[in-house]
């Protein structure tokens, strides 16, 4: 029989003791409490002074932990001499984990993609001790790395830190925000960090619209957290469908030259477009921003027309006929500012 419910409650009771006093050091003491469990359930036997050398303390704290672990309720046993050493009792540790090795996989991959954010190793130290004592979870039988850094990772780090600072602590964060209506002077209460559509969003309730809203991170500037304590409101999950955030409604049509068929299955797929007999490729589409597809569309430059809507298809002319005639005004003023200084 597998003693799972007493490992679970008696330790967690022990952890939470810790967390309602939250003296200086229980933290660290209860990570280190994790890992000495880890590697507890994934070796037969380990001593003391191998413990103490792997998680940096004294012998006396080891055997203190130890004693906070059997108390615990955690089945613990010690030997004394050859041979001897810690172990957890057998009938407890059986069946080590109730995730298959392809679960644990999946969860190291995701742990290491956060260090890729953060540049830390916070999460390859739990990666370790996840995986303590069991060559089928490292990294010589990792299928999957995931990499979720970006330019943006110098100023985007220092951000997702300070967010999830002020979510565990339940501290309001204030920003400046720059969206396409403007740009104003932001104050949340954050609830969740969120990585969707290749970039980071928190969500949470926003003091000056009255309701939830998702922000990213990229168009904050000056993110501080604040010393008002706020009160968990139910939040839900933000709904995070596409057609939820991005609406749509506007239906494209646009003739694209043959050289473009890479990008237009890459943001879109391989039914956005059919291919013409003359070669060249009509792409079919709901977009959702008029400003985006603009921008868009001029990433193509020459290799496209736009067919409709209509008023798009104007607006982008109007457009190009003012870019073209500002290059000319500064070609003009550079044959000015260039000749006055041959007088």
């Not at 109730?98 to 991959?109: C, F, G, H, S, Y």
Request: glycine letters at 6%; charged letters at 30%.
């Amino acid at each position: 029989m597998i003693k799972r419910i007493p490992y679970l409650c008696g330790f967690w009771r022990f952890a939470n003791a810790y967390d309602v006093s939250y003296v200086k050091g229980a933290a660290v003491k209860i990570d280190r409490l994790i890992g000495i469990l880890s590697v507890l359930l994934q070796k037969e036997t380990v001593t003391a002074p191998y413990l103490a050398e792997r998680f940096e303390v004294s012998r006396r704290t080891i055997l203190r932990d130890i004693e906070d672990l059997s108390k615990a309720g955690i089945p613990i046993r010690t030997r004394q001499g050859i041979g001897g050493g810690i172990s957890v009792m057998e009938n407890f540790k059986m069946d080590k984990t109730l995730l298959t090795t392809a679960e644990m996989q999946d969860i190291l991959a995701g742990l290491r993609s956060l260090d890729s954010v953060n540049g830390t190793n916070r999460y390859g130290t739990l990666m370790e001790k996840l995986s303590a004592g069991s060559s089928d979870f490292m990294a010589g039988n990792q299928s999957v790395l995931i990499d979720l850094s970006s330019w943006y990772k110098d100023t985007l780090a220092p951000k997702i830190e300070l967010i999830r600072s002020s979510i565990d602590s339940v501290r309001e964060l204030e920003f400046r925000y720059y969206s396409p209506k403007g740009e104003s002077n932001r104050r949340i209460e954050p609830y969740y960090l969120v990585f969707r559509w290749s970039s980071w969003y928190v969500w949470g309730f926003c003091n000056i619209r009255q309701e939830f809203r998702l922000f990213k991170l990229n168009r904050m500037d000056r993110l501080r957290q604040t010393e008002r304590v706020f009160a968990r409101r139910q939040a839900a999950f933000p709904d995070l469908r596409n057609e939820r955030i991005f609406s749509g409604g506007i239906e494209v049509e646009a003739l694209f030259e043959p050289d473009c068929k890479w990008r237009l299955i890459e943001d879109f797929g391989v039914d956005c477009f059919r291919e013409r007999p003359d070669g060249k490729l009509l792409f079919s589409a709901d977009y959702t921003d008029r400003e985006n597809l603009i921008t868009w569309l001029l990433s193509f430059r020459d290799k496209v027309v736009l067919i409709r809507p209509e008023e798009i298809r104007n607006e982008l002319l109007e457009a190009l006929h003012k870019t073209v005639e500002q290059y000319e005004k500064q070609k003009g003023d550079e044959r000015e500012w260039q000749a006055s200084r041959n007088l």
